[in-house]
């Protein structure tokens, strides 16, 4: 439905016959309502317009698409999905890697007489 918004009763806002009804509007057709900018005031303005495809183009662009790959399974031998399992053990091997990484590097920097100042050994 369009709406207008009068100025001098601003809270009020009145219906405008619309031009065709919302059950016939395409899909490709828009109806929107720009009553503010940042920086300048319109009183309201109603904007109709059609987003126009060509079907014919659109179709032979269809026709050459290639199924993505599937790079990784997640099915096991049973056929049961696994995602989550192996999503998990995942993370907690890269988990298991940072600690052991970080503990490596305070260790280098500890046994490091320049670089011990950096730790903070309370």
Not at 16 to 26: A, G, M, Y
Not at 35 to 63: G, L, S, Y
Request: proline share 6%; aromatic share 8%; net charge negative.
């Amino acid at each position: 439905r369009f709406w207008r918004t009068f100025p001098k009763r601003s809270e009020s806002v009145f219906a405008v016959e619309p031009t065709t009804c919302p059950e016939k509007i395409l899909p490709t057709v828009f109806i929107t309502t720009v009553c503010d900018n940042f920086n300048e005031r319109i009183d309201q303005k109603i904007f109709h317009a059609e987003i126009v495809v060509d079907n014919d183009t659109v179709a032979a662009e269809t026709k050459v698409y290639k199924p993505i790959p599937v790079i990784h399974e997640f099915v096991d031998n049973e056929g049961n999905d696994c995602m989550d399992a192996c999503i998990k053990a995942n993370y907690d091997r890269i988990k298991a890697e940072v600690r052991m990484i970080v503990s490596s590097e305070k260790q280098r920097i500890a046994s490091d007489p320049a670089l011990c100042h950096l730790l903070n050994n309370k």
